[in-house]
């Protein structure tokens, strides 16, 4: 499977992005999917999944100011990234859960990602 990621760019603190990861096969629509990103000097970290029955977590850092959702064909992940901050600057990441495991941590296909800057 492979995950094709798109919509990050540059955009001033407050502003918004949405960021969407389209699958190429149908069989992810069996599987939990996630966003993650990776800031200039830091691990990669979860920011967001979207479980199969619908529920959704988030991190921390990010919970009430990002929405993850799924397209009706379910092979269409979004992130709607609201009120942005200088410290959302990093390469985001789709993922798909593949594998057994957690779902802030063990996914099995990750897209090549896509850069949000934000200024301050």
């Known amino acids: 499977v492979q995950l094709q990621a798109s919509g990050g760019g540059l955009v001033r603190a407050g502003g918004s992005l949405r960021l969407s990861c389209v699958a190429s096969?149908?069989?992810?629509?069996?599987?939990?999917m996630g966003w993650f990103r990776q800031a200039p000097g830091k691990e990669r970290e979860f920011v967001a999944a979207?479980?199969?029955?619908?529920?959704?977590d988030y991190a921390d850092s990010v919970k009430g100011r990002f929405t993850i959702s799924r397209g009706n064909g379910k092979r269409t992940l979004y992130l709607q990234l609201n009120n942005l901050m200088p410290e959302d600057t990093a390469i985001y990441y789709c993922?798909?859960?593949?594998?057994?495991?957690?779902?802030?941590?063990?996914?099995?296909?990750w897209g090549q990602g896509t850069l949000v800057t934000v200024s301050s």
């Open positions: 993922a798909a859960q593949s594998i057994t495991g957690g779902h802030r941590s063990t996914y099995g296909y």
């Open positions: 096969q149908r069989s992810v629509i069996n599987y939990t």
């Open positions: 979207i479980m199969l029955n619908g529920a959704t």
